[in-house]
């Protein structure tokens, strides 16, 4: 079981790099967020640095949504995805795979580059930290969340907007307590720890809930 892991998951990453993947896709729209908003607001820093955590927030959750409709589809269309379910590997290892590779060329690339993006939201040394560190821990989530989506989707020709309409009010918790500890590290009335924590808690949660309800979805679309 673990060969069959490592292969899958290995599979994916060198497909997402030889299409160039939806992480690139992301780290674009991610990019065009961020710049166009301090040009709507205007050259307050202070106004930008005090929201510089949603703004930077908002655009992950939207560019994680970037191609999360594929994660299963292209997979569906070639036949690929019958392979896997006829597989000795259980479907639920078969999601986790494809979600984690999923994560690692969309989610760990945003989480990376935030300082950089940090900068056009006058986002100080200790908030930059702290947007990396609630990034890296929160972004699993909205991938497994909306793994379930791009599951119940896979079928669909385009499904992207639904998949949004679907997972959106489900990351919304993500979003909040990403948001809440971003602030809470610079100067805010919670510890960083509180909402920091929860975060985490929300992401493991996610990875339990996130890859048994895809399985159960793409059996259901047997």
Do not use: C
């Not at 710049?35 to 930008?48: K, Q, R, V, Y």
């Not at 947007?131 to 972004?139: I, K, P, S, Y």
């Not at 079928?155 to 489900?170: D, E, N, Q, T, Y």
Request: aromatic letters at 6%; glycine letters at 10%; proline letters at 6%.
């Amino acid at each position: 079981m673990i060969r069959s892991f490592r292969a899958l998951l290995i599979r994916d990453l060198k497909l997402a790099a030889r299409v160039g993947g939806s992480g690139v896709m992301g780290l674009i729209f991610f990019l065009m967020i961020v710049t166009l908003i301090p040009f709507a607001l205007g050259p307050d820093l202070n106004l930008l640095s005090r929201i510089g955590p949603a703004i930077l927030w908002i655009a992950a959750l939207l560019a994680t949504l970037i191609g999360l409709d594929r994660l299963f589809q292209a997979d569906q269309e070639d036949g690929s995805l019958e392979l896997l379910r006829l597989s000795p590997a259980p479907l639920e290892l078969i999601v986790l795979a494809k979600v984690i590779a999923y994560w690692l060329t969309t989610g760990l690339p945003l989480a990376v580059a935030t300082p950089l993006f940090g900068l056009l939201v006058a986002l100080s040394p200790e908030g930059m930290l702290a947007m990396v560190a609630t990034l890296l821990v929160g972004t699993p989530a909205l991938t497994f969340i909306g793994a379930v989506g791009a599951a119940l989707t896979a079928s669909l020709r385009r499904g992207g907007l639904i998949l949004a309409i679907l997972v959106l009010p489900f990351m919304i918790p993500t979003l909040i307590f990403g948001v809440s500890a971003a602030n809470a590290a610079v100067g805010g009335t919670v510890p960083f720890a509180t909402p920091f924590l929860i975060l985490i808690a929300l992401s493991l949660v996610a990875a339990v809930v996130g890859t048994v309800g895809a399985a159960a979805a793409l059996r259901s679309g047997e």
